[in-house]
C-alpha cells in the first residue's frame, strides 16, 4: 500500500503541534530539594548545548544568581565552544564580586582575544579588594608581560592593529595597577587622548569608568575634549561612573557647552540624581531626535522619576508615546509606566496585549504581571503554552513576580516546573529553573535590580 507523504507529515505535525499546546498540569510538588536538583540540572544542559545562544543566555542567568555554585558552573564550562559564549562567561565573572569569581576569571587570562583578556583585567580591578594588595599587583603585572607573546592571527589582522590592541591592552592594565596603588602603571596610561585611533580612544575612554583608578579624573578630562562626540560620550558614561565630587557642575557645564545630541542626553539623564525637574525638562526637549535609540534611551529614564510634580508632567507624555509608530518607542513607553508604577495606566498597557509587534505584547505581559499581581494569573497561565518561546519565557517571569504563598505553592511553582520538565525550548526550560529558584530564595535574584526588563 502506497501512503501519501504530505499527509503523512502533516498528521505528524498536528500531533506535534497539540503537544505544544497543551496546558500543563497542575500538580503535587517534588519536595524543595529535588526542585533545586532539577534547576542545575537544567543549567548543566544549557552550557553544554550546541546553540550559542542558548549556552549565552544560560551564561548569563548563571551571572544574575551569582553565588558559588552558579560561580563554579561558570568556571568548569568546556572551553572548546565558540568564541562568544566564552566571552559572555568572561564578562560575565567579570561582573560578580565574589573570590571564587576572581579565580574562576583567571582561567581565560591567556586567551588570544584581547577582549576576553581585558574583561580578565576589569575583573581583577573591581575585585582587587578581596585580596592583598601585593598579591593583584603581581597578577597583573604577570599580565602584563605575557601581552608581547599574545599569539594573533596574522591572517586575520595586520601588524598594525595588532601593536594597536597591545598597547591597548597594557594601558588598561596600566590602569588595574593604579587602582592597587602600584605607580608602575602610570607609564602606560600616559597621553592615552592622543592615540589616532578612534576605536582605541573609544575604548579608553570606556573602561576608565570600569576600572577607576585614583588619577581616573584626569584621564578622563581629554577624552572629554576629543574631536568625536562618540568618544566624547563614552567619556561621559565614565564621568558619572566615577563621580567625582564637582559632578552636578561639570554635568551643567557639558550641557552649556557640548550641543552634540548624545553630550546632551547623557549630560541631562546624569544630571537627574541631582536635579530632577531640570532633567525632565531638558530631556522632554530631546524628544525631537529621529534616533529611535536616542528616543528609547530618554524614555527609559524618564522612567525613573520620582518627584510626583516630575511624574505629573512624564506619565501622561509616556501615555501616548504608547500609541506612536515606533516599535521601541511604544516598548520603551511600556517599560517606563511599569517602572514608574503607574497603576493608572493598566487600561493602556492591556491595550498594548493586541500590539502587532510582538515585542510590545511581551513587554506588556512583564509589566501587567508586576502591576496587578495574582490578578493576571489566569493570562499567565494560558500564555505559558505561547506558540513563542520568547512569550513563553516572559510569562514564566510573570509567574515568579506573584508574590503570593499560597499561590506559588499550590499553582506557580507547579506550573513553572511542567514547563521546565516538557518545554520544547530549552532556553525556556532555563528561565523556568531561574524562576524556581528565585521564588524558592524570596526574589532574591529579581529584587537585585527592580528595572522592568522582560
Known amino acids: ?28 510538588l517534588p519536595p524543595r530539594e529535588t526542585l533545586i536538583k532539577y534547576c542545575w540540572q537544567t543549567f548543566e544542559f544549557g552550557l553544554k548545548d550546541k546553540n550559542e545562544f542558548v549556552r549565552t543566555n ?10 558559588r555554585t552558579a560561580i563554579d558552573a561558570l568556571g568548569s564550562f568546556d572551553y572548546g565552544w565558540k568564541p562568544v559564549a566564552v566571552k559572555t562567561c568572561a564578562l560575565t565573572l567579570a561582573q560578580i564580586h565574589d573570590s ?18 581585558e574583561y580578565v583585567v576589569v575583573g581583577i580591578a573591581r575585585m582587587s579588594d578581596l585580596f592583598p594588595d601585593t598579591m593583584v599587583v603581581r597578577y597583573l603585572k604577570k599580565m602584563m608581560y605575557s601581552v608581547d607573546s599574545i ?3 596574522t591572517l ?3 601588524s598594525t592593529e595588532i601593536a594597536q590592541d597591545k598597547s591597548e591592552l597594557r594601558a588598561k592594565i596600566g590602569m588595574a595597577l593604579l587602582k592597587v596603588g602600584d605607580r608602575s602603571g602610570e607609564a602606560y596610561t600616559k597621553s592615552l587622548a592622543r592615540n589616532r585611533s578612534l576605536q582605541f580612544r573609544i575604548s579608553i575612554a570606556k573602561v576608565i569608568g570600569e576600572i577607576n583608578p585614583p588619577n581616573s579624573l584626569d584621564l578622563l578630562l581629554p577624552f572629554l575634549k ?40 547623557h549630560a541631562a539623564i546624569g544630571l537627574m540624581k541631582y536635579d530632577e525637574w531640570t532633567s525632565v525638562n531638558l530631556l522632554l526637549k530631546l524628544l525631537d531626535s529621529g534616533d529611535e535609540d536616542v528616543l528609547s534611551r530618554i524614555i527609559l529614564a524618564l522612567g525613573e522619576v520620582k518627584s510626583k510634580p516630575a511624574r505629573d508632567k512624564v506619565i501622561p507624555l509616556l501615555r501616548s508615546l504608547t500609541t506612536q509608530p515606533s516599535d521601541w518607542v511604544r516598548i520603551s513607553s511600556v517599560a517606563s509606566l511599569g517602572n514608574l508604577k503607574d497603576y493608572e495606566s493598566i487600561d493602556i498597557i492591556e491595550s498594548a496585549l493586541h500590539d502587532p509587534s510582538q515585542e510590545v505584547r511581551e513587554i506588556s505581559v512583564g509589566v ?9 494569573l489566569e493570562d499567565l497561565k494560558q500564555l505559558v503554552t505561547d506558540d513563542t518561546y520568547s512569550m513563553r519565557s516572559v510569562a514564566i517571569s510573570g509567574l515568579g513576580s506573584i508574590d503570593d504563598e499560597a499561590l506559588q505553592n499550590e499553582v506557580i511553582l507547579p506550573l513553572l516546573l511542567d514547563r521546565l520538565k516538557n518545554d520544547a525550548e530549552l532556553i525556556v526550560r532555563v528561565r523556568a529553573a531561574f524562576t524556581i529558584l528565585d521564588v524558592l530564595s524570596g526574589g532574591k535574584y529579581t529584587k537585585q535590580n527592580d528595572t522592568i526588563t522582560d
Open 1 to 28: 500500500m502506497k501512503f501519501d507523504k504530505t499527509l503523512i507529515t502533516l498528521v505528524i505535525f498536528v500531533l506535534l503541534s497539540s503537544c505544544n499546546i497543551k496546558m500543563p498540569v497542575v500538580g503535587k
Open 58 to 67: 544560560t551564561i548569563r542567568t548563571l551571572g544574575r544568581i551569582g553565588n
Open 100 to 117: 571564587a569569581a576572581f579565580y574562576s576569571l583567571r582561567h581565560f587570562a591567556d586567551s588570544k582575544d584581547f577582549m576576553i583578556r
Open 151 to 153: 599569539a594573533v592571527d
Open 156 to 158: 586575520l589582522y595586520d
Open 226 to 265: 576629543d574631536s568625536s562626540s562618540y568618544v566624547r560620550s563614552k567619556a561621559l558614561e565614565s564621568l558619572i561612573k566615577i563621580k567625582p565630587n564637582d559632578i552636578e557642575s561639570r554635568l551643567r557645564h557639558i550641557l552649556a557647552s557640548d550641543k552634540a545630541e548624545d553630550m546632551q542626553v
Open 368 to 376: 501587567l504581571s508586576r502591576l496587578k499581581g495574582k490578578l493576571m
